[in-house]
């Protein structure tokens, strides 16, 4: 019995913030399920499918435009079932669309709009299309047009799609060496970070050649990496009156940044700094991690857990929260604070965006009353809108990063919001049976991928580590986790009612793999069991598959197991190691076990091995 009046737009009726922002659309768009997707092959209708997210910035122009447009929505409503696809909510069908996407336009992005056959066939791909033509693209009615014309002539010659690449094989590295000089060959020697265009933070690579650089110290690595937090940290991708940052930078000198804040960077980010700290001593990285903890404070948190993401745009403008009239900042600052604001801050033009200043600094100081100031008078300001979706594996990477916090800044209050984080995870996410992706507003997307068991059960041999309990849960996640290899490959979703089964990939996108995650996650907790992990892994591409790099370089012997019969100061153990309960005292290292007399022999013994 249809349930569904598909003579209307029904997005009023979801758990999506990004599908309720087009609830208004006049376009008659529905959620993808089975029904829709039933109702469109009844109706012999090709299907138009809409991806986005709540906080992307062309998603928003495209709503605000060709979605808005009476006559886009009249021929659409006519010809086509339209659907809406969070792809943060749905990774299956934006990975395997965008797959689809690369392959037959050569790049991709957001919104990704692909029509398919009424089975599912897609045929025509593309992402922002203007309502009129602009931007050297065709106006959209008009694209829509073409593409159903094509369709009622050629409907019979569409193809089933497979990807083109088998993503769970990508292609070795041939040796270490080859991997490290990759990343040094590539590395941008003047500004830091990787590439000579925009610029992303690089956190995989980073916690990489960081563990790297602890086995095989050199001044290149150090340069490499002290570089690139530098810059980031007094650069524009930093929010330096709120802390945290944005999403990426749009220029080499990482002065202007898209200025969404999305969780997953606050949690990698936070995991940088802090081993950055932990390994340099270097106070601007400490500030810089109270920073993001601050701004998760503020911007993210909801109880334990934390949101998604807050948008680039305030009021359809990207960035107008964050921007300053330079005259106004001086007649906000006295004329000391003026002068002090000066030396720190650049105020060239390189750094405005619209006439206006984005604050970029010259010099690694920090000027608290300032700042404060400032942000007082910010914080007035209309502020850019939240997703307030909570997302499992992104809370998982923070659960994490807030030990690793705690741990290497020597932060008991850190250490706590990581366990809190993962008692409300399972809670509110964990039925003892299924791991919930994400929930909005108490609903839960039951609907589970292979990154969110592996980041959960990362974290959880993590958690481990802090009281040495909690193996039953832990043993029923892995179970669940191997529920998505299949056959000698790794799946990012399994069956269900509604789509098909998606390969992972090894690429960092731009949080770690689930290929990654789920293989550094079993290797912890084969450990912690003392059990014999047979699974071999070999070095991939270097800078799109780091995180996996990082978990072979561990695999390889690069990696301390010790044993203790009780809790040990993690501050004073290397980064590469777990801590696992133990009838004595033993540190196991490249291959070698060595066996102690007590909690300080085993220190001092670990100590003596070169550790940066």
């Not at 109702?39 to 209708?45: M, R």
């Not at 050649?209 to 110290?217: A, G, R, T």
């Not at 802090?274 to 810089?288: E, H, Q, T």
Request: glycine share 6%; with cysteine; hydrophobic share 35%.
């Amino acid at each position: 019995m249809q349930t569904i009046d598909f003579n209307r737009n029904n997005l009023d009726k979801v758990n999506s913030p990004y599908l309720r922002q087009h609830k208004d659309n006049p376009i008659h768009w529905q959620e993808w399920n089975k029904e829709v997707l039933d109702y469109a092959q009844k109706q012999k209708k090709p299907i138009f499918v809409s991806v986005g997210y709540a906080t992307c910035h062309w998603c928003h122009v495209m709503a605000k435009e060709a979605f808005s447009d009476s006559s886009v929505a009249d021929f659409l409503n006519k010809y086509f079932v339209s659907i809406k696809v969070d792809r943060e909510q749905r990774p299956d069908i934006d990975g395997h669309f965008m797959n689809f996407l690369t392959e037959t336009q050569g790049s991709g992005g957001w919104p990704m709009n692909i029509v398919l056959t009424p089975d599912q066939k897609p045929f025509f791909a593309g992402t922002y299309f203007p309502v009129e033509p602009n931007f050297g693209r065709p106006g959209f009615k008009e694209v829509l047009e073409k593409v159903y014309d094509w369709y009622t002539k050629n409907s019979q010659d569409v193809k089933p799609y497979a990807p083109g690449g088998d993503f769970d094989t990508e292609v070795e590295v041939e040796s270490e060496k080859v991997l490290l000089d990759t990343i040094k060959n590539r590395s941008d020697n003047e500004y830091g970070g990787w590439g000579d265009n925009a610029k992303f933070p690089p956190y995989n690579t980073l916690i990489f050649l960081l563990n790297y650089f602890i086995e095989h110290p050199s001044e290149d690595t150090k340069h490499m990496i002290t570089q690139t937090l530098d810059k980031m940290a007094i650069g524009g991708l930093h929010d330096h009156l709120q802390g945290g940052f944005f999403r990426y930078c749009v220029d080499r000198e990482w002065r202007i940044p898209h200025f969404e804040k999305m969780l997953y960077d606050q949690a990698m980010l936070l995991w940088v700094y802090s081993l950055g700290f932990r390994i340099f001593n270097d106070n601007l990285y400490k500030d810089v991690v109270q920073g993001i903890i601050s701004s998760l404070d503020t911007v993210f948190a909801n109880k334990d857990l934390y949101y998604s993401a807050t948008d680039a745009d305030t009021d359809h403008k990207e960035g107008a929260t964050y921007l300053w009239n330079q005259d106004k900042l001086k007649e906000i600052l006295s004329e000391t604070q003026w002068q002090d604001f000066k030396n720190v801050y650049d105020l060239s033009e390189e750094n405005k965006l619209e006439g206006k200043l984005h604050l970029v600094k010259k010099t690694n100081k920090f000027l608290p009353d300032i700042e404060r100031k400032l942000l007082e008078i910010r914080n007035k300001r209309v502020q850019p809108d939240k997703d307030r979706k909570i997302i499992t594996s992104w809370n998982a990477l923070l659960g994490i990063a807030f030990l690793i916090a705690g741990r290497y800044l020597k932060n008991d209050s850190y250490k706590k919001r990581g366990l809190n984080l993962y008692q409300q995870l399972i809670t509110t996410h964990w039925n003892s049976d299924t791991l919930a992706h994400s929930s909005f507003e108490d609903h839960l997307q039951k609907q589970p991928f292979l990154e969110d068991y592996a980041s959960t059960l990362l974290l959880s041999t993590f958690v481990y580590e802090e009281d040495f309990t909690n193996l039953e849960l832990i043993k029923k996640l892995r179970s669940k986790l191997m529920e998505y290899y299949r056959q000698g490959k790794w799946m990012e979703s399994i069956e269900g009612e509604d789509f098909k089964p998606v390969a992972a990939s090894f690429f960092d996108h731009p949080t770690p793999s689930s290929i990654a995650l789920a293989e550094e996650a079993l290797r912890r907790l084969a450990l912690i069991l003392g059990e014999v992990d047979e699974r071999s892994l070999k070095y991939k591409q270097p800078l799109s598959s780091d995180f996996y790099n990082l978990a072979t370089f561990y695999k390889l012997g690069n990696f301390h197991e010790i044993h203790s019969k009780e809790e040990l100061d993690h501050s004073g153990l290397p980064i590469n190691s777990i801590l696992i309960k133990g009838q004595e005292y033993q540190d196991c290292y490249k291959m070698e076990c060595r066996r102690f007399e007590n909690q300080k022999t085993l220190l001092d013994g670990i100590n003596k091995i070169k550790h940066i």
